[in-house]
């Protein structure tokens, strides 16, 4: 009886839930996209879950808690989902009523069977530091629901994480994207959000993003509450939720909390590897899913490996050479359709890197500066700068700033971390010191510094910041000490204040402000692709010129030349300088319509075109080009003597 009101619910829902998406209505106005927002993430949450339980239970691992068996489950079912969109793409099925069905029978699974209660594993009352704790989750909670629900406007987002899925949605497959380069990354969790716009939600696609925020937040918890007071534990939550990088970024749909989920995954279950062996399978798998979030998820992967490779030896009895590659078999195997698709669309399983050696595509953005001179020539830092951003990261951080670091930390993690050795020295505690420093040397020397591709070992600083903290309560003063390190959590709280004032979307939230009215506040070319949307034909082509590669709101065909530069273009210039074969290389790219930013086009051409070539521009421009819509310092151009709309 209980699995035929399981699936009786899920039908009715999802019944429900698809009348809604193929219903104009719904999108008239915000609260009722909210709600179905809530209902589609709903949906692909309970259908992770019910994967992730088909596949867990077949493993056999036992578990602490219900909790801790949800969020596993559900971490394990959003890996699992994501290769199941994969490969629907890969096979040109990404069709939304076959979806429905599909998840329909994911939500059987995940609602068969009897609820169990979890009234002991919530450790029965609360005193009231903890209930207080409590609420200032809740109110994250409260708060990231609120952001989410904004139109999406983040840069990544707007070129890869929900661009490139909706260029996927509308081919109904996966196929090669060889303009955009991003498209050749590994993408595991942006599989998640080409569901979510396949059901017609790209809030959902920020809840999602979110949401692994919170269970690497419940992981956290889970981990402290073996060795720590549970308000300590708590803390631990709330240090990891409040931190400025992860507000910013729960609410927008990026895949760094999800690389941040899967990597502490990882680590997770090599600590609890005591318990029982097939703790190390859990381990393999997040420490795969890592690496198919993201190319830096391989870095992750490898110092895991390590990790496994020394605790390995205390295990009793040891484990064997077969287990340990095996080990590393099953974390590659996660990461392998993804290497296969570049090879098939690349001939590079790692495209771009080593494109000098191997791969039949040459990377347009190629950066041989390394982040040393990089620095030096852009922000005018020197080796002192330079060796002290480990240090820097977490006092300068400033959003949108790249010379700080594009992000905001917090110097408790800093300032606690190195207290959790005084009179301890767990190995598990100087294994995690050293994922955390050998992650941050690598990412130091590899790649011009962000704060966001240091996230995997903000959860890993976090446990070592709260035992840190622990330690001080046992110093003379300790409550003071104690109390002045709490002190420096309130600069999280003020900064989401200032993180709520500069979002400024509660006009849209309340309906007093339309969806077009906000974007065209908030994006300054949001305006030329509404124009592009509303009067070019539905056969249209545009090349973008110095627009960042923003083409999620544009609803024609489009291609773009390199980010920085015209790359592209100024190879044809030098080639050929003249009109004629500007109009023969859009001919062949079959362009219709050209979308750039003025300045930016002006600055490149005067630095980068010789005076024949501007002369060649020039000619091409009043010959072959006519204005359609010029606003904020955007231009749209028709191609003529070339195609036409048609192609012709």
């Not at 020397?445 to 001080?472: E, K, N, Q």
Request: with cysteine; charged share 15%; hydrophobic share 50%.
């Amino acid at each position: 009886m209980k699995n035929w009101l399981a699936l009786g619910g899920s039908l009715i829902t999802l019944f429900f839930l698809a009348s809604a998406s193929w219903a104009e209505a719904v999108w008239k106005s915000p609260w009722t996209s909210f709600l179905y927002a809530l209902g589609v993430w709903a949906l692909v949450s309970f259908s992770a879950h019910g994967i992730g339980r088909f596949l867990l239970d077949r493993i056999g691992v036992p578990y602490a808690a219900g909790p801790e068996r949800l969020v596993l489950n559900l971490g394990i079912g959003y890996g699992a989902l994501g290769y199941l969109v994969l490969w629907g793409g890969i096979m040109n099925c990404l069709i939304a009523p076959l979806f429905w069905i599909i998840l329909s029978f994911l939500v059987f699974f995940s609602l068969q069977g009897r609820p169990k209660s979890w009234k002991n594993d919530l450790w029965g009352t609360w005193n009231k530091g903890e209930k207080c704790i409590l609420c200032l989750l809740g109110f994250l909670a409260l708060i990231h629901l609120f952001l989410s629900f904004a139109p999406p406007t983040g840069r990544d987002v707007l070129t890869q994480h929900l661009a490139l899925p909706k260029l996927y949605v509308l081919h109904h497959g996966i196929y090669s994207i060889p303009f955009a380069e991003a498209s050749f990354n590994p993408m595991q969790v942006d599989m998640l959000y080409t569901l979510a716009l396949l059901l017609k939600s790209e809030e959902a696609a920020s809840l999602i993003h979110g949401t692994f925020a919170f269970m690497t937040g419940a992981l956290i918890l889970f981990f402290l509450q073996r060795h720590l007071p549970r308000w300590l534990a708590l803390m631990g939550s709330l240090l990891f939720l409040s931190t400025p990088l992860v507000v910013n970024l729960s609410s927008k749909a990026y895949v760094d909390l999800g690389l941040v989920f899967f990597s502490f995954g990882a680590i997770f279950s090599l600590t609890k590897m005591e318990e029982t062996r097939r703790w190390a399978i859990f381990s393999a798998i997040f420490a795969g899913l890592a690496a198919a979030t993201k190319y830096n998820g391989l870095l992750v992967l490898l110092l895991v490996w390590a990790w496994f490779l020394l605790a390995a030896q205390n295990q009793k009895p040891p484990f064997s050479f077969k287990e340990k590659i095996g080990y590393l078999l099953i974390a590659l195997a996660m990461v392998l359709p993804w290497t296969l698709r570049n090879y098939f669309y690349a001939g590079n399983p790692l495209f771009p890197f080593f494109s000098e050696w191997v791969g039949n595509i040459t990377p347009v953005e190629q950066y041989p500066l390394n982040p040393l001179t990089r620095r030096a020539l852009l922000y005018g830092e020197g080796w002192s700068d330079f060796l002290t951003i480990p240090v820097r990261i977490f006092f300068q951080g400033q959003d949108d700033i790249p010379r700080y670091f594009d992000g905001v930390l917090n110097p408790i993690f800093l300032l606690l971390s190195p207290l959790a050795f005084v009179g301890a020295r767990e190995g598990w505690r100087v294994r995690m010191a050293g994922f955390v420093i050998l992650y941050f040397l690598f990412s130091l020397f590899l790649v011009d510094m962000r704060a966001r591709y240091i996230l995997p070992t903000l959860a890993p600083l976090t446990v070592l910041s709260v035992l840190g903290l622990a330690r001080l309560r046992s110093f003379p003063w300790g409550k003071v000490w104690v109390a002045s390190s709490l002190a420096l959590l309130v600069l999280n709280f003020f900064y989401l204040q200032d993180f709520l004032r500069r979002a400024d979307h509660a006009l849209y939230l309340l309906g007093k402000e339309s969806k077009e009215a906000y974007l065209s506040r908030t994006l300054s070319d949001y305006d030329l692709w509404r124009y592009a949307n509303r009067h070019l034909p539905v056969d249209a082509k545009v090349m973008m010129y110095f627009l960042g590669n923003r083409g999620y709101y544009c609803d024609r065909e489009y291609i773009y030349d390199s980010y920085y530069s015209g790359k592209r273009l100024n190879q044809v210039l030098s080639r050929s300088p003249s009109a004629e074969r500007l109009v023969e290389y859009f001919r062949g790219l079959r362009i219709t319509h050209i979308a750039l930013r003025k300045d930016l086009f002006d600055q490149f051409s005067e630095a980068n075109l010789l005076s024949q070539e501007k002369e060649a521009w020039r000619e091409f421009r009043t010959r072959h080009l006519r204005l359609l819509y010029e606003g904020k310092g955007y231009q749209l151009y028709q191609v003529q003597g070339g195609l036409d709309a048609s192609g012709v």
